[in-house]
């Protein structure tokens, strides 16, 4: 009985694991391409979504940041109804103050700013994420 030559076990245990490796990388690389494949189109619709949220979202910031101020023209009126007092007392009664000082936005209008604001940093956080996962 014969037995093998120690380099021909050696070259058949190392064609055994080139052959391994090889498979490996082989199906290694076609799982990565569709995992990749695949979050990157997840990305790119977050990334449309957080684009059109945010400006959806700052349109309405936008929009209520008036609330946040006073009425000029309530001021406005108030001031010239003072004038009109002061330059001719017969004109306008005595009776008050027609100027009423300014209390500040309601709580519901300050509580409302913030939720959007924090929706605003929610978005962009998630296009931040995005745009980092695609350039990872």
Same mark, same amino acid.
């Given at each position: 009985?014969? !037995? ?13 694991? !080139?052959?391994? +490796? ?5 199906? $290694?690389?076609? %799982? ?6 695949? %979050? ?11 684009? =059109? ?20 023209? /309530? ?5 010239? /109804?003072? =004038?009109?007092?002061t330059a ?6 005595? !009776? ?5 000082? +300014?209390? /500040? ?24 994420? $995005? ?6």
């Amino acid at each position: 009985m014969q !037995s093998p030559r120690p380099s021909q076990s050696q070259g058949d245990e190392k064609d055994a694991k !080139s052959r391994f +490796w090889a498979t490996y990388t082989r199906e $290694a690389t076609d %799982y990565d391409g569709e995992f990749l494949e695949k %979050y990157q189109s997840d990305m790119d619709i977050v990334l449309i979504f957080a684009g =059109l949220f945010s400006a959806v979202n700052t349109s309405f910031i936008v929009n209520m940041q008036a609330n946040l101020n006073p009425d000029p023209m /309530g001021t406005t009126n108030a001031l010239l /109804g003072m =004038l009109l007092q002061t330059a001719n007392s017969s004109f306008v009664s005595q !009776s008050g103050l027609p100027y009423a000082p +300014w209390q /500040g936005p309601s709580a519901t209008v300050i509580w409302v700013q913030s939720l959007i604001y924090a929706s605003l940093c929610a978005s962009l956080l998630a296009a931040l994420g $995005a745009v980092l996962g695609k350039q990872w």
